[in-house]
């Protein structure tokens, strides 16, 4: 059974950074886009990065220049570091396996979730 848990949500001042951990037990994840999503109270899943096989990195337009992602297929495990955060980035991050070696941004190019970790930034 593939599982993916995430960890490293809280509460941060905006301003700060995070740095969010995704593990992932039953598979690895060598050969599979891993990315990472978000969502708001009230809105609607939204992409944040991926990172394919071969390790290249996507990332929304909204969130360049932010946030990094980065894997560790050694480790199963997926990164996603973000800096100059805003109140407008509290959320529950999601990660997710992506069904081959390359994914995009659609959640339904991803068949495992994990259950998510909150983000809160405060003013």
């Known amino acids: 059974q593939v599982q993916l848990v995430e960890s490293g949500g809280g509460l941060v001042q905006a301003g700060g950074s995070l740095r969010l951990t995704c593990v992932t037990s039953g598979s690895a994840i060598r050969g599979y886009a891993m990315a990472w999503f978000r969502q708001a109270p009230g809105k609607e899943r939204e992409f944040v990065a991926t990172i394919w096989g071969s390790g290249t990195a996507v990332y929304a337009d909204s969130m360049k220049g932010r946030f990094t992602i980065s894997r560790d297929d050694a480790k199963n495990t997926v990164i996603l570091q973000g800096t100059s955060l805003k109140v407008e980035d509290t959320a529950i991050y999601y990660c997710?396996?992506?069904?081959?070696?390359?994914?995009?941004?659609?959640?339904?190019?991803?068949?495992?979730w994990g259950q998510g970790t909150q983000v809160t930034v405060s003013s």
């Open positions: 997710a396996r992506g069904r081959s070696a390359i994914g995009g941004s659609e959640a339904r190019e991803y068949d495992y």
